[in-house]
């Protein structure tokens, strides 16, 4: 949890200096699929929240501004109706992370191209 808070300030301290400096970041950089996903499980009490974030670098970058929308629904088709009980332990969550991976790489190869894409990060990721 503690490794989640640490990185979660640290890439938002690195989108802030770059931001403030209005220069174009080199490297890779964090783009934020959301501001957060929110999708109904299973269970209809119950929903997950995630902030899944693309590393990408080059114009991976742009693709993904771009076609944000696109990604955000498939996004919400992968994960929704899911139990609960399949997202409980770590290496499930991981599992999941990969999918989303995934679909991500498959979505940006359908409206362009993922070329430049390195990985995708959870942030935040809840059920309630």
Excluded at 79 to 95: F, I, K, P, V
């Amino acid at each position: 949890m503690r490794q989640s808070i640490l990185f979660a300030c640290l890439v938002v301290i690195s989108l802030s200096v770059a931001a403030n400096e209005g220069e174009k970041a080199e490297g890779p950089q964090y783009i934020p699929i959301g501001p957060k996903l929110i999708v109904n499980l299973l269970n209809p009490k119950q929903l997950m929240q995630i902030n899944p974030q693309v590393m990408a670098e080059g114009e991976a970058v742009e693709e993904i501004k771009k076609n944000m929308p696109a990604l955000k629904n498939a996004l919400i088709m992968l994960l929704s109706g899911r139990d609960a009980q399949e997202l409980t332990t770590s290496q499930q969550r991981e599992a999941l992370r990969k999918e989303t991976a995934e679909v991500i790489l498959k979505t940006l190869e359908k409206y362009g191209s993922s070329e430049g894409v390195k990985e995708v990060l959870f942030t935040d990721f809840r059920v309630n």
